[in-house]
């Protein structure tokens, strides 16, 4: 499965947009990129994943750029509820494709 | 549904003993994970079944681990005989098919003293 890339850490401001990016340059042409959040003392959920186009859903848009090389995730308007962990993973699209978990992006939106 | 349930929320047992741990996933997902977490390791991918078949198990740190899954609605990870090392919270996560999203439970926080 390929690697991903994300900052240790970002801060947001309450009801503004977070941009939270990563990098995956050694994506393959049958790998999705998947997003999670663990906010803490929870289970990781799930957020958006997408192959090759953009893809919005009521928590968040995820931008794929057009090499796939890297993908930016997007929460319109951050709430401190928003607070966790967010992981950026990309899974091979076989039978069962398993999810690998990095270090993830400690996201923390403060007021 | 009810989501992925997990069995039990907490467990303290005394070192060298075995400890069970039961998933149960949402009905209808086809494919199962055990995930164990820790400060230092993260989370980390023990053992995934597709269909109740075992397909990867790399992830699962020694003998002294087994997973199980004996139908399509129940799994156990069993740790025999349970080390210090081996506290953590483990998860079991569930999704519908191998490009769709996994659900995961609440957890499972052991401890062993």
């Known amino acids: 499965d390929a690697k991903t890339t994300q900052p240790t850490s970002m801060d947001c401001a309450e009801g503004r947009a977070a941009n939270l990016p990563c990098n995956h340059s050694t994506i393959s042409g049958n790998e999705y990129v998947y997003w999670y959040r663990q906010i803490h003392s929870q289970g990781p959920q799930y957020i958006i994943h997408?192959?090759?186009n953009n893809e919005t859903n009521e928590m968040a848009s995820l931008i794929i750029t057009e090499d796939r090389k890297s993908s930016t995730l997007i929460l319109p308007h951050a709430t401190l509820r928003d607070t966790a962990v967010y992981y950026c993973i990309v899974r091979v699209g076989n039978q069962g494709g398993k999810l690998i978990f990095g270090q993830g992006t400690e996201l923390s939106v403060k007021p | 549904d009810a989501g992925v349930i997990q069995s039990p929320r907490h467990e303290v047992t005394e070192m060298g003993q075995e400890v069970t741990l039961r998933c149960k996933p949402i009905?209808?997902?086809?494919?199962l994970f055990w995930y164990r977490q820790t400060m230092m390791r993260g989370l980390e991918l023990l053992i995934y079944?597709?269909?109740?078949?075992?397909?990867?198990d790399s992830g699962m740190p020694e003998d002294r681990f087994s997973a199980k899954m004996p139908n399509a609605s129940f799994s156990t990870l069993k740790i025999q005989p349970s080390e210090p090392r081996d506290s953590a919270v483990y998860f079991c996560a569930s999704s519908l098919d191998w490009n769709t999203e996994a659900f995961f439970g609440q957890g499972t926080r052991l401890t062993v003293v």
């Open positions: 079944f597709n269909n109740n078949v075992p397909i990867d």
């Open positions: 009905s209808g997902h086809n494919s």
């Open positions: 997408g192959l090759k």
